[in-house]
């Protein structure tokens, strides 16, 4: 198991992020004004380019679902494709995703969101989103995730991080893949065993 202050971000972390936060500030505000011809051209050419979006939705106890949506799909789709992963008593539950940095809801009912593709919402060509239960009785990270259970059939520990001391690390190595641990097209599971599990798992389903 890890530490618990694994979790953690050191200063160094803090200082990294708040550096691509400031670059990406930057870089808008910098940027010239575009024609709509001219910003029609460069979403055609980013569709070209990523024509499909791997997402990851990770929910509060760290288990995540991975699939990859065509970038031209929009951000109900996504929505649709973590409810039906769901158990039946929990699809009538609300929800909320989210995208960072910076934090930004995602929500259906917004209409300058529910318009617009995942290529446009700035998700291509892979993004992490964060789950958030309305009912903060499942936003507890020691609330295992409301996943179905031909879901968690699918289930796999994420890879341990590797060691630096010496010690060979115990995970498996990690694929290119959005934020920590690995994925293939769908997210993983929290861990249903005994005891105080660090490492969530992580789920494929074709």
Known sequence: DLPEDYFT???????????QLHTRASTLSNAPLLTRAAREQQAAAKR?????????????????????????????????????????DAKPTKFVLSSSPP????????????????????????SVLLLRFVDDAL???DQPAPLAAAVLEHAVDLPVPPEFDGAPGRGAASSSAPASGRGNTLGGAASTGSGDVKIPKWLKLG
């Open 103 to 126: 934090l930004r809801e995602l929500k259906v009912s917004d209409a300058a969101v529910r318009e617009l593709t995942l290529a446009e919402l700035g998700l291509a060509p892979s």
């Open 9 to 19: 971000p050191t200063l160094a972390d803090l200082r990294a992020h708040q550096e």
């Open 139 to 141: 936003n507890r990270p």
């Open 48 to 88: 070209a380019r990523w024509p499909n979006t791997t997402l990851r939705v990770r929910f509060p106890d760290r288990t995540q679902l991975e699939r990859a949506f065509p970038s031209s799909s929009k951000i109900r789709a996504v929505y649709a494709f973590v409810r039906d992963a769901l158990r039946e």
